[in-house]
């Protein structure tokens, strides 16, 4: 094994170590989709299409992850979604 691949591999390593949280949004039958669209772009920092994207996904299949990351950064913004009366959870 060649030294560039066993640091690749100790990277992987690492990457798989820190364990990732999603925070999941589900639909109802409430919310405006300018409402969802408008919190997902203050709340997870999307683009305007990606949180339309989102809106459109959760719409259609019941559900979709909004963000991913650490869980001492997701748990404020899942707060704030369910704040703005969204059903979101971190998983």
Same mark, same amino acid.
Do not use: W
């Given at each position: 094994?060649?030294?560039?691949? @066993?640091?690749? /591999?100790?990277? !992987?390593?690492?990457? *798989? #170590?820190? @364990?990732?949280? /999603?925070?999941? !949004?589900?639909?109802? *039958? #409430? ?11 203050? #709340? ?48």
């Amino acid at each position: 094994m060649s030294f560039k691949e @066993k640091v690749s /591999e100790e990277l !992987l390593l690492e990457e *798989e #170590v820190v @364990k990732k949280n /999603e925070i999941v !949004l589900f639909n109802d *039958e #409430v919310n405006t989709f300018d409402h969802v669209i408008e919190t997902l772009v203050d #709340v997870c920092d999307h683009t305007p299409v990606q949180a339309e994207q989102c809106s459109l996904i959760v719409h259609y299949k019941g559900k979709c992850t909004v963000k991913t990351g650490e869980y001492k950064d997701l748990e404020p913004r899942c707060s704030k979604l369910l704040e703005a009366g969204l059903s979101a959870e971190i998983v």
